[in-house]
């Protein structure tokens, strides 16, 4: 739903969240945080991965990407967004 949260904190898990303003986190290792909708975010621990989208405002989708943590500069335990150029950044509370 609508700025909704999803976590996991066990071994190979995923944590998944369609709703815009939403977010997903795992902490568990070798799992995947994945979120889709409009200005979603995502955070991983090491040695798991992210997956976001971009959507413009009319909630079509621009760009996916996913990555492993320590690759294409994702920092573990860091929240992420995918901008419209559909590059990974920092999340800025």
Known sequence: GYQSAASNTGY????SNTGDYSAAEVSGSHSV???FGI???A???????IVL???N???EL???RASKVGENGIKPDTWYTLNADGQFVEFEE
């Open 53 to 55: 989208c971009y959507r």
């Open 39 to 41: 200005e979603s975010k």
């Open 33 to 35: 945080a994945a979120a």
């Open 12 to 15: 190979q898990s995923a944590a």
């Open 57 to 59: 405002d009319e909630g």
């Open 62 to 64: 621009i760009h996916i």
């Open 43 to 49: 955070r991983a621990s090491v040695n798991s991965a």
